[in-house]
């Protein structure tokens, strides 16, 4: 299986698989090729935000090929969901829709942003056995720092964790017929003391995620 595996940060990335693999000599995005078994993989460190894991993406998989797209990394924690890594089975942006009067009205990507408030989230592979707990990741442009604005970010999504990338690699997946996955471990709690937090679990974070990564491909 060809598995291009994204990650928007260098500590996320550095923390997958330390050492292995050999340095691919691409401008950008930057690359590490690892094989693991019958798992060809290609690791990328894409930069913040949904363009940059996006063209990323695109560009890797017009290159290399690609069965699976994973994204792997940190997120901020939203709802009340017990744990601190899991697995995404489903993913949402946040920023799309319509800025109302009233409030901010959520559409799917790509839609006409009027009419009657309609998500419908992007399924994921689902789980060969992360034995994590499955949930539902929201993404968008910007770092939430806003117990208020996570707070709805739950209720009118249904979101469990929140980062910058990953709905953006499911709507590519989804517009190109790829299966796509993802493993986040929470670094903060969307609030006011987020950025302080994000800065000093993300280390600790980006390797439970990387560990779990690690145990899933193994199972694929």
């Excluded at 901020?76 to 920023?95: M, N, P, W």
């Excluded at 959520?106 to 839609?111: E, L």
């Excluded at 949930?135 to 910058?164: K, N, P, W």
Aim: hydrophobic share 45%; glycine share 10%.
């Amino acid at each position: 299986m060809h598995i291009i595996l994204l990650a928007a940060l260098v500590e996320e990335a550095d923390a997958f698989m330390p050492g292995a693999g050999e340095p691919l000599e691409d401008a950008w995005p930057s690359l590490r090729r690892i094989e693991i078994g019958d798992h060809r993989i290609v690791l990328a460190t894409t930069g913040i935000g949904k363009v940059n894991i996006v063209s990323a993406a695109a560009r890797l998989h017009a290159r290399h090929g690609a069965d699976l797209l994973v994204t792997v990394g940190t997120a901020g924690k939203l709802s009340t969901i017990e744990g601190d890594c899991f697995y995404l089975a489903r993913a949402v942006q946040h920023d799309y829709g319509a800025r109302k009067a009233s409030a901010f009205v959520h559409y799917p990507p790509g839609a006409w942003p009027m009419g009657p408030a309609n998500v419908d989230p992007y399924a994921a592979l689902p789980d060969p056995g992360s034995g994590l707990p499955h949930a539902c990741i929201t993404s968008g442009d910007a770092f939430i720092e806003d117990a208020g604005y996570a707070a709805h970010l739950v209720a009118a999504l249904g979101a469990d964790v929140v980062d910058m990338e990953t709905a953006a690699v499911a709507q590519y997946a989804s517009q190109v017929g790829l299966p796509w996955a993802g493993i986040k471990a929470t670094t903060d709690d969307a609030n006011h003391e987020s950025a302080g937090d994000f800065h000093a679990n993300l280390l600790a974070a980006s390797c439970r995620a990387a560990k779990a990564m690690e145990r899933l491909i193994a199972r694929l």
